[in-house]
């Protein structure tokens, strides 16, 4: 057997990650820069012959050649050699071999992990985490110049951040301690040919406006050893009626074309999360009509649990993703904490060629600065989707620019029925937050998502959210276009 190049990466970048503060950023000149690319090739090279790997579905080297990299980077301890040998490494990897080898729409194999924790082996003795960087949406913003226009590229808040992924194509590597204990849920799905795509459409459902106490039992009790006041969900009263809204819905998202499909926290059921033995709910899958690519359930609350589940148009489930912080809200002059119990501390992080990686925050996580990083700046999450069941809106508002300069778009949900306690007719139920448009329009960076019913609609309804991913004609990378479509 040989030694995967995923774990020679992950050797050299432990190591790279002990020299401390270096100034990456110095710029060297030409000829530093071609030495130091040769130094790299022919280090490689020299190690790694083609009669010397071995393919067992990916590309592997032999113990020799692996230690031999390793031991000449070590004598020249030069962090500018690391950098250059790890981003030839990284070059050697064929992303759509990868994307191929690991895609959850292929029949399962049972040699490749559909869903997997990282690529390489060696995560417990180097403590890094290697996970793959497929092509993720455009990071431009659009300018006139001469009366002609462009989508010009700039540099994120990664360059400063973490300048060595940023040198990367195809990986990125995370220090095991930043992960703060999860386990991260990788799945790819790769979903088009061309992975070019102009806009994506994300379809938004605030479930209903029914006040909470007429859709479940709420449960508030004081924990008589530990003094602690908690909040729990009893039981739902009728799980069928927002089972049927939710699935109507999807009836909504066929007609119009949405890409991915996601409902409001609190307002699912068993039904709508659960699956059959062979992991399919029937009551997704595409039998009538182009179903979206993705569909996210309204989150179930069960047995100290708070999750959703995520699916293809198939109606195969791709994973879940449970809440990981606890809900506080004051009934009184009372404080309570949802009482979540034995979560998994699991990330679902799912890859799409064309779209990147994506993440489901649910309501509180967002606004958890800790996890919110985890998501932004280590998993480097290019769309993030937040379903709430909130009275509160301005906190969200506050979180979303805080993920903006990563070049993150990310929809945060809300349900009417959670505003029912304060308006009937709610002037927003959710906002879309993307990089800036253009130099001349910082505003159009955050828009709400606005119901356009007067509190009169009782029927489910769905907003379509389409971001624009690069300029074509009128339509500008980043426009964002939301339409309110109900179910009359």
Not at 186 to 213: A, E, M, Q, W
Not at 445 to 472: D, H, V, Y
Request: proline residues 3%; hydrophobic residues 35%; negative net charge.
């Amino acid at each position: 057997m040989g030694t995967s190049l995923f774990d020679l990466i992950a050797v050299l970048y432990e190591a790279i990650t002990r020299f401390g503060e270096v100034k990456p950023h110095t710029p060297i000149d030409k000829s530093m820069s071609d030495a130091l690319e040769e130094k790299a090739k022919n280090l490689i090279y020299s190690n790694i012959h083609e009669d010397k790997l071995i393919f067992d579905g990916e590309m592997c080297l032999d113990s020799q050649g692996f230690h031999d990299i390793i031991n000449h980077c070590q004598r020249e301890n030069n962090f500018l050699l690391y950098r250059s040998v790890l981003c030839q490494l990284d070059s050697m990897i064929d992303i759509d071999c990868l994307i191929e080898r690991h895609d959850f729409n292929k029949y399962d194999n049972g040699i490749t992990a559909r869903v997997f924790n990282g690529l390489n082996t060696n995560y417990k003795e180097t403590g890094i985490t290697i996970i793959p960087r497929v092509q993720s949406l455009a990071n431009t913003f659009y300018v006139v110049k001469d009366s002609k226009f462009e989508d010009k590229e700039y540099k994120n808040a990664n360059y400063w951040y973490d300048n060595i992924n940023d040198h990367f194509n195809n990986v990125i590597c995370i220090s095991n301690d930043l992960l703060d204990g999860y386990t991260i849920n990788n799945v790819i799905v790769d979903l088009f040919k061309d992975r070019n795509k102009d806009s994506i459409v994300i379809g938004v459902t605030p479930c209903c406006n029914y006040p909470l106490n007429k859709l479940m039992n709420v449960n508030e009790y004081c924990d008589e050893e530990t003094g602690m006041q908690h909040f729990e969900i009893k039981e739902y009263y009728d799980p069928q009626f927002l089972t049927n809204k939710f699935l109507k819905c999807i009836e909504l998202a066929k007609e119009n074309q949405v890409d991915i499909l996601i409902g409001a926290e609190m307002l699912g059921s068993a039904e709508l999360c659960e699956t059959d033995e062979l992991g399919y709910n029937q009551h997704f899958s595409a039998e009538k009509g182009q179903s979206p690519h993705l569909i996210a359930t309204p989150s179930f609350w069960s047995d100290g649990k708070n999750y959703i589940s995520v699916y293809l148009k198939s109606g195969e489930l791709i994973g879940k993703q449970y809440k990981q912080n606890c809900f506080e809200f004051t009934d009184e002059g009372k404080r309570y904490e949802e009482d979540l119990t034995n979560i998994p501390k699991e990330i679902l992080l799912i890859h799409v060629p064309g779209w990147g990686r994506i993440s489901f925050p649910i309501c509180v996580d967002l606004l958890v600065a800790r996890y919110r990083d985890l998501l932004a700046r280590h998993l480097k999450s290019n769309l993030i989707l937040c379903p709430s069941y909130s009275t509160g809106t301005v906190q969200f508002g506050n979180a979303s620019g805080t993920v903006r300069d990563f070049d993150i778009r990310l929809i945060w949900l809300n349900s009417c029925s959670a505003l029912s306690k304060f308006s009937k007719s709610p002037k927003s139920i959710g906002l879309v937050s993307v990089p800036v448009t253009n130099p001349e329009d910082l505003e159009a960076a955050a828009k709400m998502i606005s119901p356009k019913c007067n509190g009169k609609c009782l029927e489910c309804c769905l907003f379509t959210i389409n971001i624009q991913t690069r300029t074509q004609g009128d339509k500008h990378c980043n426009d964002v276009e939301i339409k309110h479509v109900s179910l009359e």
